[in-house]
């Protein structure tokens, strides 16, 4: 059908006038039809969209109208692997959604929560497996408990004093662990940098039993009591899971 515009249509239909089976072929095609072109849209699912025939196309997206191929598309379960994808101009997947809550960049079958295939440039990273604050009185806080089996983790952890006091601390480790109790031979490689006197330094460790353990932090001195809160000086911490099994 050759395109033709509203006011071209109009003309067909004008008082006097005198349309044609083929005018009214053209009414028709003009519009969308629910089984011809996939479209609809309803209270409960909004616009709707489903691919036609064979293809696995939903939507494409051009600069110009007299693109040839598209820049974007929307497509679903292409190459009959379950997902949305939005594709490039050559067809190739940059982001995919699945039915198993995944999102894959630059790859259709992605089999982690969030799998990159190129690289990820990150300008800030902060662990979310477990966050928080323990006190910096040089005993000894858990920071992650209750586990089992075999574990990897990298810490971030710091702790300011009092203004004025030169007690400041910053440590990063990775912390690993195959179970606990005496016959673990568990292992922490950590990078310290303090401020003043080397007791202001952090330290880590693990203790609990074989399917029962934790890992700590402590400064090794009492680094004061926040006057504003009564409370000591706070470490806080962040920590990423790298593995667990």
């Given at each position: 059908?050759?395109?033709?515009?509203?006011?071209?249509?109009?003309?067909?239909?004008?008082?006097?006038?005198?349309?044609?089976?083929?005018?009214?072929?053209?009414?028709?095609?003009?519009?969308?039809?629910?089984?011809?072109?996939?479209?609809?849209?309803?209270?409960?699912?909004?616009?709707?969209?489903?691919?036609?025939?064979?293809?696995?196309?939903?939507?494409?997206?051009?600069?110009?109208?007299?693109?040839?191929?598209?820049?974007?598309?929307?497509?679903?379960n292409?190459?009959?692997?379950?997902?949305?994808?939005?594709?490039?101009?050559?067809?190739?997947?940059?982001?995919?959604?699945?039915?198993?809550?995944?999102?894959?960049?630059?790859?259709?079958?992605?089999?982690?929560?969030?799998?990159?295939?190129?690289?990820?440039?990150?300008?800030?990273?902060?662990?979310?497996?477990?966050?928080?604050?323990?006190?910096?009185?040089?005993?000894?806080?858990?920071?992650?408990?209750?586990?089992?089996?075999?574990?990897?983790?990298?810490?971030?952890?710091?702790?300011?004093?009092?203004?004025?006091?030169?007690?400041?601390?910053?440590?990063?480790?990775?912390?690993?662990?195959?179970?606990?109790?005496?016959?673990?031979?568990?292992?922490?490689?950590?990078?310290?940098a303090?401020?003043?006197?080397?007791?202001?330094?952090?330290?880590?460790?693990?203790?609990?039993?074989?399917?029962n353990?934790?890992?700590?932090?402590?400064?090794?001195?009492?680094y004061?009591?926040?006057?504003?809160?009564?409370?000591?000086?706070?470490?806080?911490?962040?920590i990423?899971?790298?593995?667990?099994?």
């Open positions: 059908m050759a395109l033709i515009n509203r006011q071209t249509l109009k003309n067909y239909f004008q008082k006097g006038g005198f349309a044609t089976e083929k005018h009214f072929v053209d009414l028709i095609d003009s519009s969308l039809n629910i089984i011809d072109d996939g479209i609809s849209i309803n209270q409960k699912h909004g616009f709707k969209l489903n691919p036609l025939g064979y293809s696995t196309r939903l939507m494409s997206f051009f600069k110009k109208t007299t693109q040839k191929e598209a820049d974007f598309s929307l497509n679903l292409q190459d009959n692997i379950e997902g949305l994808s939005i594709n490039d101009r050559e067809g190739l997947p940059l982001i995919k959604f699945d039915q198993k809550k995944q999102i894959g960049v630059h790859t259709n079958e992605p089999r982690f929560d969030f799998d990159i295939k190129g690289v990820l440039g990150v300008e800030t990273k902060s662990g979310n497996y477990a966050t928080g604050e323990v006190d910096g009185d040089g005993s000894w806080q858990t920071v992650i408990a209750n586990l089992d089996g075999i574990n990897g983790f990298e810490v971030v952890a710091s702790i300011r004093g009092k203004r004025g006091s030169g007690r400041y601390a910053m440590a990063h480790a990775i912390a690993l662990s195959t179970f606990g109790g005496r016959s673990s031979r568990n292992k922490i490689k950590h990078t310290h303090y401020y003043g006197s080397f007791f202001n330094k952090l330290s880590f460790r693990w203790v609990g039993e074989m399917h353990y934790e890992l700590q932090v402590k400064t090794r001195r009492h004061g009591v926040n006057e504003v809160d009564g409370k000591p000086y706070q470490i806080k911490f962040n990423s899971r790298f593995f667990s099994e």
